[in-house]
Structures are given as C-alpha cells and as structure tokens.
C-alpha cells in the first residue's frame, strides 16, 4: 500500500490550492454563524442590562450574605426543622409513587408495539408532550390556589409534573424489549394479558423502577422549591428566615438539605446500579 510523504502532499497542495482550500461559500456560512451567535449574545446581555459593575456590587453582597450566614445555627427551631425536611421527603416521594404508578397504563398505551394504531399513538404521545412542557412550579402555584397551603398542594404538583413525563419514558422502556421472550410467552399458548405480566413487564420493570428512584432523588430538590410558592415543607421554612434576615438560620437550613439531597443520591445511585445490571438483556 502506497503512503504519500508529508513533501509529496505539501506539493499537491501548492499545485492544486483549490482541492485543499475550505469553499468560499461554506466561509461565508461560518463567518455569518458565528457573527449571528455573538451579536445575539451581546444583545441578550444588553438586554438584561448586564454590566461590569453590576456583577461587581453583587458579588460584594453576595459576600456580605455569606458572612452573615457563618457561623449556621438552627436556633431554637431545629426541631421545626427536622419535621419540615420530613415533610419534603413525604412530598417528593408520594408524588412520585403516584405519578409512577399512574404513568404505567398510560406508558402501555404510548408504546408502539402495544397499540400500533399511528394516529392514536401520534396524538397521545402529543399529550403528553404538552403536559411535560408546564413546569413543576407552575403546577405548584395552580394547586396552592386550588387546595390551599401546604404539603398536599406539593404532592399535586409532583404527581401531576412527573406523571406525562414518566409515561413517555416508560412507553420507550416497553417499546425496546426484547421480543424473544415475549414471542416464547405467545408460543407457550400465552394470551396478550400472559404476554404483558410474563413477556413485557419483567424487561421493563429494572428500568422503570431506576427512573422513579432517579426522580424521586430529583423531587427532593424541586419539594424544596415548591415550598417556598406556598407547598409547605423545608422550603417554607427557609423563606421564612431570608424574608425575616435570619441568615445563620437559613445557613443551617441550606446544609440541611444539602445532607439530606447527597445521601439520597448516594443510596439512589447504588440501588440504580443494582437495578440496571438486574434488567435482562438484549
């Protein structure tokens, strides 16, 4: 196999410039994408009226704040604190078992491979990307106008945020199966219910339950949100002392949920990881 040496290409290139120069017009396209994509960012900046100085004012409060928070002290409300981190726990999980256990039909019918028929699937599947679309803050403050204050308006907002986007993931978790097994349950003499509960549902049950554990890991951060718009639990709690300028309170509140979200996440991993090498495969 014949190799060309770097002073054979170095002369091919002065010979033939044409075959080795980038196309005027793809330069053009380049240059004008790149100018596009700093002129819209220099007028987004302008727009939001961002400035050196403003950047620089905020970092020294910014600053201030935190020398305010140090050392973080629960006061006498630790106790309070403690209930109320319970709450967001309490939030985020049912939410999320809820929504989970609702969005399993739901994903059965948003699989291709179970309702084959395109318009129904077309037009479910567009539910419930218009659903995914509103965000869980939103819902929070719809159902804290509806049910009031409190950790069941939370609840609502979880469930109702996760449920679409849940069925989509688990419509695409049954859609990938593996259809030897399903197709040995049919050979068996297997009716379409033997067929879900013994070919579909043990493929897709490690993934679907990796995804609930994976968002009920990430409710726990949005419970904390939600429940500073009204939802109840610690997110209350830590409105309540920035609103009153109690800094070292908050400090303890911030650490608290810190803790709480990094050992979730750790238990959450290991239980994923379990999950995920437990599902068959392919």
């Not at 030897?180 to 993934?207: I, S, W, Y």
């Amino acid at each position: 196999m014949n190799t060309i040496t770097y002073g054979e290409m170095a002369r091919l290139r002065r010979s033939n410039p044409e075959l080795f120069s980038t196309p005027l017009i793809t330069r053009v396209r380049t240059w004008a994408l790149w100018l596009g994509f700093v002129g819209t960012l220099a007028y987004g900046l302008w727009w939001v009226d961002a400035n050196p100085m403003r950047i620089v004012n905020g970092l020294n409060k910014l600053g201030l704040l935190v020398s305010l928070m140090i050392p973080p002290h629960p006061g006498d409300g630790f106790w309070d604190y403690v209930h109320a981190m319970l709450e967001t726990l309490g939030m985020a999980f049912l939410g999320t078992i809820i929504a989970a256990v609702l969005a399993v039909p739901l994903g059965f019918l948003g699989a291709k491979n179970v309702m084959p028929n395109w318009l129904f699937h077309f037009g479910l599947r567009r539910i419930y990307d218009g659903f995914r679309g509103i965000d869980g803050l939103v819902w929070a403050l719809i159902f804290v106008s509806a049910v009031g204050l409190g950790p069941f308006a939370g609840v609502l907002a979880i469930a109702v945020g996760d449920l679409m986007i849940f069925a989509k993931l688990f419509a695409e978790a049954i859609e990938n199966v593996e259809t030897k097994q399903v197709e040995g349950v049919r050979a068996a003499g297997g009716n379409d219910t033997h067929v879900m509960r013994l070919g579909v549902f043990p493929q897709v049950l490690p993934v679907m339950m990796s995804h609930v554990l994976y968002f009920f890991e990430s409710n726990v951060r949005s419970a904390t949100i939600l429940g500073i718009v009204g939802a109840g639990g610690i997110g209350l709690q830590l409105s309540d002392r920035m609103r009153i300028n109690n800094w070292q309170e908050a400090a303890f509140i911030i650490l608290m949920i810190l803790v709480t979200v990094a050992i979730i996440d750790n238990i959450s991993r290991r239980i994923r990881a379990r999950l995920i090498d437990a599902a068959p495969q392919a």
